[in-house]
């Protein structure tokens, strides 16, 4: 079969590229680690907001706790059309840990002025960290369209 040289040399070329980009992931997934982030945990989301069976299922305003100074865990839980707490306030220079689920549908989780934008799903728990140092209000707002009142689901964290 006689191919014409230049076919060959895109051939060939095609060829190193596919094996480039199948090193650049394999490198990047086993050498440096870089994976694809995995639910934190599993939960019932039919009992996840039942007092005593999870952290979600503490009043409101006991679910942002300050573990050590200036470090802080948020359990915020999601459902139609809501997140609770609504209002999450700490002071400035604090690390803040997320853990977010829900108990109905998909949501979402995308907090102004940082890197924090995770789905939520039902049954599982997305966690992610942020600081906090500049003073200021935050809105985090639900980015996942979950039904009729999606657009009212927002709160604020903020920063004294
Ligand atoms: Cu919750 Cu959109």
Redesign the pocket.
């Known amino acids: 079969m006689h191919i014409d040289r230049n076919e060959k040399i895109y051939l060939i070329g095609s060829i190193i590229l596919l094996v480039v980009f199948a090193l650049a992931i394999f490198i990047s997934g086993f050498a440096y680690g870089i994976q694809v982030p995995l639910p934190e945990a599993q939960v019932n989301p039919n009992t996840v907001a039942t007092p005593g069976a999870s952290p979600w299922g503490a009043p409101a305003e006991e679910r942002v706790r300050e573990l050590a100074p200036g470090k802080y865990e948020a359990y915020i839980l999601?459902q139609?059309?809501v997140f609770s707490p609504a209002t999450v306030t700490i002071p400035a220079g604090s690390e803040v840990t997320f853990y977010l689920t829900s108990k109905d549908?998909q949501?979402?989780f995308i907090l102004q002025g940082t890197n924090i934008n995770m789905m939520v799903l039902p049954g599982q728990v997305s966690k992610l960290t942020a600081t906090f140092n500049n003073p200021g209000e935050y809105f985090f707002i639900?980015?996942?369209?979950?039904?009729v009142g999606?657009q009212t689901?927002y709160g604020r964290l903020i920063v004294e």
Request: net charge negative.
């Open positions: 999601a139609t059309w549908v949501h979402g639900c980015h996942e369209y979950c039904g999606h689901m």
